[in-house]
C-alpha cells in the first residue's frame, strides 16, 4: 500500500510520515463508536412499538425506517436524537463490541473494548476475514445462468463479448439491491441483446426456448426481454453467503472474550442489503444490541478520516502472525538435532533457530518495541541482511518447521556509521514496532550512537 502511494504521488519516501495506513475495521469501530443516536438504525427493539416491530423495521428497509423516524420521534424502536448523547455515553470501562464490515470480496470482524478514562480501544479479537462478501451473490447468480444456458455457453460468452457481459452483472448488481425479506412482486432483470443474439448463433434456438427447456421453474422469460425472478429465487442467491457470514459471527460468539458483547455493529456496503439485516437480527438480536450507521456504506471512508486525526486511538492490537528471524545459537547436546550442528572456528553452532519476536494473536501496545543485537561477521562489512519470517501458529522453533515463510528482510546499511574508533566487535542494536498498523524498524551502531538506515522489505517474498 505505502509503495503504491508513493508511486500514485500521494506522499513521498522523503516524507514518508505524511502517509498514515488505516485497517478497514479499525476505521469502521472508530466511526461507530463516535456515532450520535440519530444517525444509526437499531435493529434489536424486542417489543413492538406503536405497532412497528423491530423485524418490520429491516425488511422495510432504510427509505421506511428514515420515514417512520421522521413520523414518529419519540419511537424506542430507534434511538433518536432526543435521547441524551452519543453511543458512547452508554459504553463504559471494559464493555466490547463487535465491528461487522462486510463488503464485497470478505467479511471483517473485529473485537474491541473501550478503556476508560480517554476512550481508547483495545483489541480483543484479531480481525478475521473471510470471502463471504457481496460477491458470493454474484457468483450464485452466474450458476444459475449456467444451470439455464450451459455453462460452455456463458464461458465463451465472457470472453467474447465482455462488454455485454459486465452489462449483463450490472443489471443484475441493481436486481440485486432491491432484494428483501418480504418482497412478493418479481424481479427483472434485463438481457443484451448481444446475449440474446449470440445464444441464438451458438445454439441455434431462443433464449426463451433454453428457459422454457431448463428446469429452472423460478426463473421466467418476460415478452420484454428479460429475465423475471421470484422473490425467492433471488433470496435463494443470497442464502449461502448469509449463511457463511452467521456461521463465522456464531464461530466468533463461542469464543470467551466475545461472549459478553454489548453492541454489534453492522458496516460496509453489504450491509445495505435488508436480508442480511435480517438474518444477522434473527441469529444474534437476543445476544446484544445489533446497530447499523445510516450511511453504512461511507463508514470506512470517516473512520479512516478520524484514525488520521488520532492514530493512537487504538492503543493496543494483535499480531495475525509469529514473526521472527533465523539465527545461530551455540549448539546444545540433546536439545539440538544433529542435522542443525554446524562447526565454525572450533565453535559448535546450531543453525536456522527461529528467534521470536512476537507470537500470533498476541496483544502489542503502540509504541512497544522488540529490541535485538546484530554483529557484523566480518568488521569490514558495510551492509547486515536478515530475512524475516513468519507463521500462523506459535510453536516454532526453526525456521525450517512446517508453515515457517519468508516474509521480508531487514536491511542494515552500515556505511557512515564507522570512524577510527569503531571496535573489531560492533554491535548494532534494531528495534522493531509491531503495534502501529504497519511494521516499523529502526537501529543504532551502539559504540558510536550513529543511527543505522534500515529498510523493511515485505514485498518481494
Known sequence: MRQAAYQAGLASPENSEQLIIALEPEAASIYCRKLRLHQMIELSGKATVNGYSASDTV???FAQAKEHIRRNRQSRTFLVENVIGEIWSELEEGDKYVVVDSGGGTVDLTVHQIRLPEGHLKELYKATGGPYGSLGVDYEFEKLLCKIFGEDFIEQFKIKRPA?????????????????PDRTNPLNITLPFSFIDYYKKFRGHS????????NVDFVKWSSQGMLRMSPDAMNALFKPTIDSIIEHLRDLFQKPEVSTVKFLFLVGGFAEAP??????QAAFGDKCRIIIPQDVGLTILKGAVLFGLD?????VRRSPLTYGVGVLNR???????PEKLLVKDGTR????VFD???SADQSVALGELVKRSYTPAKPSQLVIIINIYSAEHDAVSFITDPGVKKCGTLRLDLTGTGGPAVPARREIQTLMQFGDTEIKAMAIDVATSKSVKVGIDFLNY
Open 59 to 61: 425488511g422495510a428497509g
Open 164 to 180: 455485454a457481459w459486465v452489462d449483463l452483472m450490472i443489471a443484475f448488481e441493481s436486481r440485486k439491491r432491491a432484494a428483501a
Open 207 to 214: 433464449v426463451e426456448h433454453a428457459l422454457r427447456k431448463s
Open 275 to 280: 436480508l442480511l439485516q435480517q438474518a444477522v
Open 311 to 315: 492514530p493512537a486511538v487504538i492503543k
Open 331 to 337: 549448539y546444545v547436546e540433546g536439545k539440538h538435532p
Open 349 to 352: 553452532w546450531c543453525t536456522d
Open 356 to 358: 521470536k519476536f512476537i
